[in-house]
């Protein structure tokens, strides 16, 4: 399979597309205003002391789950449960957990892991939208 790329399948596109959009929903959806400094839903969750990072943490682990039924190797799907875990555990950190939950991006981290190794495996990776149909041309 070495120099050439396979498409993945309908339901792995999916569930990538799924997954891509959560990690940028968790870690980068909203822009500081007046600063270049993206922040998500985990940053803002992040702010309720304990309950919001354990929360926050369970969003993650779904993502490291789905990367699971996508073929993800044990060392990737420790890897990645060992970016939730640290996000996790620094991020319950009053005021340092906070800023930590902004910086680090975890989700993102381990989007980038699963694209790498699907890439690596071979896979053709999916970028924005696949449009089925036949090109018209209108003169």
Not at 87 to 114: C, E, H, Q, Y
Request: proline share 4%.
């Amino acid at each position: 399979m070495r120099g050439t790329t396979v498409p993945l399948d309908t339901a792995k596109q999916q569930s990538m597309a799924r997954l891509e959009a959560l990690a940028r929903l968790m870690d980068g959806a909203f822009v500081l205003p007046g600063t270049t400094i993206r922040f998500g839903l985990d940053g803002i969750i992040g702010l309720v002391p304990v309950a919001g990072d354990m929360i926050a943490g369970l969003v993650s682990t779904y993502l490291v789950w789905e990367a699971r039924q996508l073929g993800a190797p044990s060392w990737l799907i420790a890897r990645m449960m060992g970016n939730v875990l640290l996000d996790t555990v620094i991020g319950s950190v009053p005021v340092v957990g906070d800023a930590f939950d902004v910086l680090f991006r975890a989700n993102m981290k381990n989007m980038a892991l699963l694209r790498r190794h699907l890439e690596k495996k071979g896979y053709a990776p999916v970028r924005g939208r696949v449009i089925d149909g036949d090109a018209v041309r209108v003169s």
